[in-house]
């Protein structure tokens, strides 16, 4: 019955329009004063301030930061024309140039939001000239966008890392092979609704062409190896990581590509702040909720639920995979990661689940989660940017969507294809 009402309060603010970060204090302020004497209300603070003491947090503002500084300073456009040169030729060439931008775009920013925008923004348009379908294109890439949280870095990843104690690294580098099959599914997928469409391609790049835009864009390339490489041979933590990427992306930027002047940093520096403070503030919040939860048992009610069921691994992972594909169609992936994770962490360790590849199941269920009805938020974006009816690219959503669904199942009922790159580069 707590549970009830707790979830009730948080769904009805929500119904109502409230922000999320304010949706969970509310709910939990509500909750506290209906249990007068039980909880004192001087939780509320201790734990939003308890819960943000963390070194590991500021690895969210560096990467927003990095992210930005990447995308002002010019660095869409080179990895479109990377993308552009390898696989432009094939049947459909501009949607494998979607998939592969946003596959380069995911080693820069982390985050599928800013990958969408960015991509959006430059090749929604250019499809569209080129005689490929609005609604197509907008669903496209959004469901190319999908892929940025995956590949690393991750900021899905750095808030699931911190919320269960879980080696960021490792969660990274489980993300790297499930996100290059997204991105090859999603290019078969293309290939094949190009084809039947007579969607042409583009004339085949030469060799030096291919190497002219490798070069013009290698710093930019260069960039996960170094945040990547450096967390895994224990040179730097997620949050030096992070500070680096920035530092890096600002160099490259102001100097190597010029795309970047110093006019330009209150802006991008207040884009960074105000995405970074989103999720922060949601954390914050989602401490109180998680204590109530935790307090409430609600994780030990899920072990039981879910083992009367039925207690075979298979099974268990099924209903993960629902249940998280349910909530990602109606909750953006961090609060809903915030709420829901640390509910199912005693489930996985009964049953034996491996930490981390739940952890890249999850991220990648509520990825999907934002190609989907009714929420769907990439797809209201990129349908914006294609301006075209968000139904109509819904539908072309479909088949994308369908391809990501294959790559979860595999990735669920494959662990290696999660497991063997973390143990190969960091041990077990």
């Known amino acids: 019955m707590e549970l009830a009402i707790l979830l009730l309060l948080l769904f009805g603010f929500i119904a109502l329009g409230v922000p999320v970060a304010f949706a969970m204090g509310l709910a939990s302020t509500v909750f506290i004063l209906l249990s007068p004497g039980q909880i004192p209300l001087e939780v509320l603070p201790q734990r939003m301030i308890a819960g943000m003491d963390s070194f590991s947090l500021l690895a969210i503002p560096f990467f927003y930061l990095a992210g930005e500084l990447m995308n002002a300073g010019g660095i869409t456009q080179r990895l479109v024309a990377v993308s552009q040169a390898f696989v432009g030729h094939f049947r459909g060439g501009l949607s494998h140039v979607v998939v592969l931008s946003n596959m380069l775009m995911a080693g820069v920013s982390g985050s599928a939001v800013a990958d969408c925008a960015a991509t959006g923004s430059v090749l929604i348009p250019a499809m569209k000239r080129a005689g490929y379908g609005a609604a197509y294109s907008s669903a496209l890439t959004a469901a190319a966008a999908t892929i940025g949280p995956i590949i690393p870095p991750s900021i899905p990843m750095i808030v699931l890392g911190i919320l269960t104690n879980l080696s960021i690294g490792r969660l990274f580098l489980g993300g790297a092979v499930p996100g290059l099959l997204m991105g090859f599914y999603l290019m078969v997928t293309s290939y094949l609704i190009s084809r039947r469409r007579g969607y042409e391609p583009a004339p085949r790049a030469t060799w ?221």
């Open 208 to 428: 030096p062409e291919r190497a002219r835009a490798v070069w013009s864009a290698f710093f930019a390339l260069l960039m996960p190896a170094v945040v990547l490489g450096g967390i895994v041979a224990g040179a730097m933590t997620p949050t030096e990581a992070g500070a680096v990427a920035a530092l890096y992306a600002l160099l490259v930027g102001l100097f190597v590509y010029r795309g970047l002047a110093l006019s330009d940093l209150p802006r991008v520096l207040g884009r960074a702040a105000s995405g970074a403070a989103v999720v922060l503030l949601i954390l914050s919040a989602s401490y109180v909720f998680g204590w109530l939860l935790a307090n409430m048992r609600v994780g030990d009610t899920i072990v039981a639920t879910v083992q009367g069921i039925s207690t075979e691994r298979w099974v268990v992972l099924l209903v993960i995979n629902l249940f998280f594909l349910a909530w990602g169609m109606v909750l953006d992936p961090v609060p809903a990661l915030i709420i829901l994770v640390p509910m199912f962490l005693p489930l996985i360790q009964k049953v034996g689940i491996d930490p981390i590849h739940f952890g890249v199941v999850v991220v990648l269920n509520l990825m999907i989660g934002l190609v989907t009805p009714p929420v769907g938020f990439l797809v209201y974006l990129t349908s914006s940017l294609g301006q075209v009816a968000v139904g109509e690219a819904f539908k072309e959503a479909l088949p994308f969507i369908a391809a990501l669904l294959v790559v979860l199942l595999l990735t669920t009922y494959i662990p290696p294809l999660v497991l063997w790159l973390p143990t190969l580069l960091m041990g077990r």
